[in-house]
């Protein structure tokens, strides 16, 4: 028993990272059509921005906030203006397809630029464990989980309490409605963008000290949260935390109980049967739109 | 200071005179090269590539082999074996002096055949067992073969450990699905007991499950086989559930890296050290100094693997004595190679009829954060 | 359109019959690269159908290339015929196909491109660790290039003639489908899907048809894949290279019939043009494909479109 609950504490830390990535994710979707592959890519960049800081000898709170920052204008804005915008008219597919290629660039560019080796990342958090119930858990665990939480929760507040919150809901359900009623709905698309952006990096800052910084992070994290968002619910954002908080613990419980080489499979023998009884999701809506 | 800057600038111009004039002379010696330079495997090609560069730097600064100068040509083969094959093939078209890579087994073995119907020798590195016992004539290792180093641990954990029962965690890829094969047999045959046989991914970051089942296996060591990122963190999560038995690995365990990334969490792992930049040997440290001012990182052994794989070569040029490529792939097969006669060797290394090498390894610990070598592995022969 | 039908025939001929010649004038890489050119385009032909004709998008036709692959090497190791295992590929992948599209497809179109995603990387971990049959990381080596009807394919020239061979009776099949009553269907579907079921296209089956055909052309490649390279291990079907074929006839052009020919050669030759940038290919490659996409997302066929259609009624001007 002691060791299922620290299986599924365990998951809860993983799947609190997930969730932060495929957020971002049914986001880009929601407002703007955007099936966003290099997610993952952008949940393993701003690391590398934030090791640059480092390197220039600043300290670590400045360089995640710089991190944020640059995060926030390339991989919000400029991805939004440079690549979103002009692919947007082309339909779905060529963006989907577009991003894909955005998602070698930038792996390649790390590896090219920054170093094909892991990089050590400095921690927010103290490594001591703690007793949970018979389980060890990290403090670092818990900091990250709870930062996480709390960047969600900031997040759904955000959407239903304040007037601009409610105009972006607006224009995720019904874009065309939403401009009736006066919402610039542009600049409330953009804002999504810039809220992705913050949310990738700092997932990023979490999980890098844990998963060390290197360019081929993006490629576990991407699926991740790609499935998470998916069974989840791809249209809302409870969808996501829920499906980020379901495969971590299914990860860890598929590794223990199920098979060690079939251990990546679990979640997307899952997806598939997600999609065959429930494609809206589990806690998602059913889409009006049926093309 | 003028007058030295202008000794410089005089020595220079005499030395590159000289330089174009034995150039002039003799044409350059081409190697090509075909690595992983992206997908799965591309940390293990950029360090081989780094590596092979290192090494023809440092040799053309002193005048090349037998006065002519190395070139290299690197291609990314993209961890495909189907593109390393093609790539290979261009590779002989260009009618090299010698063939370097690539560092997946299974690449090795789809241009293996092809290195041979060539006659050009082929120095590599893949480690899988099976490679040196197809009978290709003309390919040679630059580290131990798995079935070399696995008997070393398996021994170690059966008659130093004494264990009975051990969980193996391997990476399912070509690197760790071979050594696990490999331990497998050789503990079976000294009647160890498996107790958890443990496939982890590429890239995993939650170790959870695997430290469960180490935990409820009840074994009494635990053997780790897995890349850097993944030894570090399956170390943390290891020390962080008190897992207490001896924890055993492979020359990456008890890595530098490794060391400075799972921190505390390293100390008391032990195991057998084959090539790597942390061997107690003052030319692998000076040629990690060298490697780390060039490339601004610290090599894994596959860095040295690279830099060794040109310096075999050179060795092997020098004994025969002439530029040959037809005769090099016998040249570089029962040979000794020493450091002091070619220090870019690092350490003495025997070639055998088979293209294996052996070389002296070492038995180690962690101790505070420092890896100290127990016992000297001498030679085999 | 007007252009192509009066200059293809003729075009046509001279591009196999210089594809014919290639081999004489290079060495052996050059003409492995054809051969591995032949089997890509051959894939990307079967995707391009199912994306380019029938908008759906495949995630897995790299995925179908690996069980082709697979199947071929497998069951020739067996003693079957390569005639057969060529076929057997084909419809095996085929039918797969249609399996894994019938449930996506109930539901709604993009879901087909989740499902396909998960089925891609399911097929790696099958590959990768069903050892008893697949030889697990090991792979299979030492497949052998068949006897076809006396032929021996054996030297890289004869293999590439075959792949050439192979490549014109798919092209061959796949242009008499598009111009069948069922192109007509599947084009009806990709430009209005509503339309076309209210003029009384069963647009499942036919939607469903273009996927498991598109996956069954893949098998074939993977089947002429295996003897190609002579060895196949599960790396080279990951997850990515179904990604790279979808790359390719985007660039290329999807909906054009000669699209995948062009996304293939400028995916497989990249390297070798862009050597000059050395570690930087990938980068500059991923870069332009994005600068394409942005300016012209019908890809490179598309562009050659445009430029040839202007020029068409007043040549002398425009040379």
């Not at chain 1, 709390?150 to 409610?166: D, H, K, P």
């Amino acid at each position: 028993m002691e060791s299922l609950l620290y299986l599924v504490l365990a998951g809860l830390m993983t799947g609190a990272i997930y969730a932060l990535v495929a957020i971002g994710f049914t986001l880009l979707w929601q407002t703007s059509q955007t099936i966003n592959f290099a997610q993952g890519e952008f949940a393993m960049l701003p690391a590398f921005f934030m090791l640059v800081a480092l390197n220039l000898k600043l300290p670590l709170w400045l360089a995640i906030l710089l991190g944020v920052g640059v995060s926030i204008l390339l991989l919000g804005l400029a991805f939004k203006r440079l690549l979103v915008d002009p692919m947007l008219r082309h339909g779905v597919l060529p963006l989907a397809i577009a991003t894909m290629a955005l998602a070698i660039f930038l792996k390649e560019s790390v590896k090219e630029f920054y170093s094909a080796e892991a990089q050590r990342f400095p921690s927010l958090f103290p490594e001591q464990k703690v007793d949970v119930g018979g389980a060890m858990i990290s403090i670092q665990s818990i900091g990250v989980f709870l930062v996480a939480i709390a960047a969600v929760v900031a997040l759904q507040l955000f959407l239903s309490r304040t007037r601009t919150g409610r105009s972006m809901q607006a224009v995720a359900q019904n874009p065309t409605v939403a401009r009736i009623l006066g919402v610039p709905v542009e600049r409330m698309i953009l804002l999504t963008f810039a809220i992705n952006a913050a949310l990738v990096a700092l997932a990023s800052a979490l999980v890098t000290p844990i998963y060390l910084a290197k360019f081929s992070n993006g490629e576990v994290l991407g699926m991740a949260a790609f499935v998470a968002a998916i069974v989840g619910g791809f249209n809302q954002i409870r969808g996501a935390i829920a499906g980020g908080f379901l495969l971590g613990i299914v990860d860890n419980i598929a590794a223990a109980y199920v098979s060690t080489q079939y251990r990546a499979a679990i979640p997307l023998l899952i997806l598939i049967v997600v999609i065959m009884v429930r494609p809206q999701g589990l806690l998602g809506r059913a889409e009006e739109r049926t093309v | 200071m003028n007058t030295k800057f202008l000794t410089g600038v005089l020595a220079a111009a005499v030395l590159s005179l000289g330089v174009a004039a034995a150039s002039a002379q003799n044409p350059p010696i081409k190697l090509e090269n075909v690595a992983e330079l992206s997908g799965p495997g591309a940390t293990v090609g950029t360090n081989w590539k780094n590596g092979i560069d290192l090494a023809i730097a440092e040799i053309n600064a002193k005048g090349g082999i037998l006065g002519r100068k190395v070139e290299v040509n690197h291609a990314d083969s993209q961890s495909n074996p189907g593109v390393a094959r093609s790539l290979f093939q261009k590779a002989i078209d260009a009618n090299p002096y010698a063939l370097l890579g690539p560092g997946y087994s299974g690449s090795v073995k789809v241009t293996a055949s092809l290195a041979e119907a060539a006659g050009l020798a082929q120095v590599m590195g893949g480690e899988a067992a099976e490679l040196t016992m197809a009978g290709h004539k003309n390919l040679v290792r630059t580290s131990f073969g798995q079935q070399s180093s696995m008997p070393k641990i398996a021994k170690y954990i059966a008659e130093e450990v004494k264990a009975q029962a051990v969980a193996v965690v391997w990476v399912n890829n070509d690197f760790g699905k071979g050594g696990r094969d490999m331990i497998t047999k050789e503990l079976a045959a000294r009647n160890v007991k498996i107790v958890a046989d443990l496939s982890t991914e590429a890239g995993q970051a939650d170790f959870a499950a695997d430290v469960v089942k180490i935990k409820n296996a009840k074994a009494d060591v635990a053997f780790i086989y897995l890349n850097e990122e993944e030894s570090a963190r399956i170390l943390k999560e290891l020390h962080g559930q008190n897992v207490k038995i001896p924890l055993i690995g492979e020359t990456t365990l008890l890595g530098q890296k490794v060391i400075e990334l799972a921190g505390v969490a390293a100390n008391g792992v032990k195991g057998h050290v084959g090539l790597t930049t942390d061997a107690p040997v003052p030319a692998v440290q000076e040629f990690r100094k060298r490697f780390q001012a060039k490339y601004n990182y610290v090599p894994d052994h596959n860095g040295i693997k690279g830099y060794l794989s040109v310096y075999m070569i050179k060795a092997a040029t020098e004994k025969m004595g002439k530029v040959d490529a037809k005769a090099l792939p016998a040249a570089l097969h029962n040979i000794t190679i020493t450091p002091d006669k070619e220090p870019g060797i690092l350490m003495e290394v025997t070639v055998d009829e088979k293209g294996d090498l052996d070389r002296m390894s070492f038995l180690g610990e962690v101790v505070d954060g420092k890896q100290v070598i127990k016992q000297v592995l001498p030679k085999l022969k | 359109m007007t252009l192509q039908r009066l200059a293809v025939p003729g075009a046509i001929l001279a591009g196999i019959i210089a594809l014919a010649l290639a081999p004489y004038g290079l060495k052996n890489y050059g003409i492995s690269i054809l051969g591995l050119w032949a089997v890509t385009t051959i894939a990307a032909i079967g995707l391009n159908l199912t994306l380019g004709y029938a908008g759906q998008v495949s995630l897995a036709q790299g995925a179908f290339v690996g069980i082709g692959a697979y199947a071929t090497a497998i069951l020739m190791a067996k003693g079957v015929p390569f005639g057969a295992t060529l076929l057997l590929s084909g419809l095996l992948c085929f039918a797969i196909g249609w399996l894994l599209g019938y449930p996506a497809l109930r539901v709604q179109h993009h879901y087909l491109a989740f499902v396909t995603l998960a089925f891609a990387t399911l097929a790696f971990l099958v590959f990768r660790n069903e050892q008893w049959l697949t030889g697990g990381i090991y792979g299979i080596s030492g497949i052998r290039r068949p006897v076809i009807l006396g032929w021996n394919t054996a030297p890289e020239r004869a293999y590439f003639h075959f792949c050439l061979i192979m490549l014109v009776l798919v092209s061959g099949f796949v242009w008499w489908i598009v111009r069948s009553p069922w192109g007509r269907a599947f084009l009806a579907l990709r430009e209005n899907p509503v339309r076309a079921a209210s003029l009384g296209v069963d647009t499942r089956r036919y939607t469903l048809m273009a996927f498991a055909i598109g996956a069954g052309i893949g098998g074939v490649a993977g089947a002429l894949y295996a003897p190609l390279v002579t060895y196949i291990d599960p790396v080279p079907f990951a997850l990515s290279f179904s990604l790279n074929l979808l790359l390719m006839v985007i660039v290329g052009g999807g909906g054009y019939f000669f699209g995948p020919f062009v996304g293939a050669m400028i995916a497989v030759l990249l390297p070798e043009w862009l050597r000059f940038a050395q570690g930087l290919y990938l980068v500059a490659y991923a870069a332009a494909v994005m600068v394409l996409l942005v300016f012209w997302p019908s890809g490179i066929m598309g562009i050659l479109d445009r430029l040839l259609r202007p020029a068409d009624p007043n040549q002398g001007a425009a040379r």
